[in-house]
């Protein structure tokens, strides 16, 4: 880099390197160590990156638009259907507590942060069991309350071009250089990994309140 593109490394030699590297940044920024967001976003925007421009733009915002009613949707869902947190976070919570059920928990201080595990079956005195609620473990932010408010936002409808203001911009030409002139689709340079796929013989849920036995057309939690 430094050799080709000296111009663009004292560029980036003024951003400090916590800001933008994962080796430098003292681990864990903003929380996001792997591509998972993109792929939601991914997911969301799937098939509308080979559109012409504007049908680009206006297909991003109808989906992002259309992505925030239904996520809001779902999460007032949840909250019908009594739930506190979603599912796949209660799910690791069951799985965790299941792994525990053979262990004695000694506390030693009120706040809850510093604790003595022993395995149940090397304990011979009698067992003092101590519950936990769910909150306990879990941070607030990732309360459906808390994801609801992420969602609350609403979009505003683009208004008829009637009521546009007047553009006062440069006025763009496609160049016809630029086409491309191979028939059909370009091809998908995405490559694949193992969250594409699905998980075989998994008990399906409503989609909207995330309670298994019917479906979101069915959904009893769902208000018009
Ligand atoms: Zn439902």
Redesign the pocket.
Known sequence: MRAEFPQAVSWIDQIPLKKWTQAYDGGKRYGHMTTNLVESINSVLKGSRSLPICALVKTIFERTNAWFVEQATKMQ?MLR?EHEFPDDIVALLRKNEAQSAMCHVQRYDRENSVFDVQDMLTIEHQRYPITFTVTTFVAPVFSLHNILKAYEVQFNPIRNQDYWSTYMGPNFLPDPIMRRHQPGRPNTQRIRNEMDDSIPNKPKK?S??R?EG?N?SN????QA
């Open positions: 869902c259907a409503c909207y309140c309670t019917h979101k959904c009893p939690h769902k």
